[in-house]
C-alpha cells in the first residue's frame, strides 16, 4: 500500500510562491501519472496539473504560466512550484497519483495553502 503525504503549504501573501511536495512511502513507476488537485471551501475538487511518464505536463488554464509541476521518479516524489500566487488558489491542495490502466491510484490527505494579505 502506497501511502502520500504533501508538505510544503501555509500562509503567502499574494504574488508570493510555496512549493508543494509529495512523498511517496512506496514504490511509484514511472509510467504511473502524477497529479495535484486542489479544493476551495464550498467548491469542487479540481484539476491543477498533471506529470505522466516521460515528464509531459499539463495545467489547468487558471494556473499555467505560474505553477510547475514536476517529478523525481528516484525519490518517489513529486513537486509544485507555485508563484505568482493570487487569493483564489487558496484551497487544500492533493497530491494524487494513478496507475496508466486507472485502477491503481491513490490520494495524499492535502496541505492548506492560503494566500493572504
Known amino acids: 500500500q502506497v501511502q502520500l503525504v504533501e508538505s510544503g503549504g501555509g500562509l503567502v501573501q499574494p504574488g508570493g510562491s510555496l512549493r508543494l511536495s509529495c512523498a511517496a512511502s512506496g514504490k511509484i513507476f514511472t509510467m504511473y501519472t502524477m497529479a495535484w488537485y486542489r479544493q476551495a471551501p464550498g467548491k469542487q475538487r479540481e484539476l491543477v496539473a498533471t506529470?505522466?511518464?516521460?515528464?509531459?505536463?499539463n495545467y489547468a488554464d487558471s494556473v499555467k504560466g505560474r505553477f510547475t509541476i514536476s517529478r523525481d521518479d528516484a525519490k518517489n516524489t513529486a513537486f509544485l512550484q507555485m508563484d505568482s500566487l493570487k487569493p483564489e488558489d487558496t484551497a487544500v491542495y492533493y497530491c494524487?497519483?494513478?496507475?496508466?490502466?486507472?485502477?491503481?491510484?491513490?490520494w495524499g490527505h492535502g496541505t492548506q495553502v492560503t494566500v493572504s494579505s
Open positions: 494524487y497519483v494513478v496507475s496508466p490502466s486507472g485502477q491503481i491510484n491513490y
Open positions: 506529470i505522466r511518464n516521460g515528464g509531459v505536463t
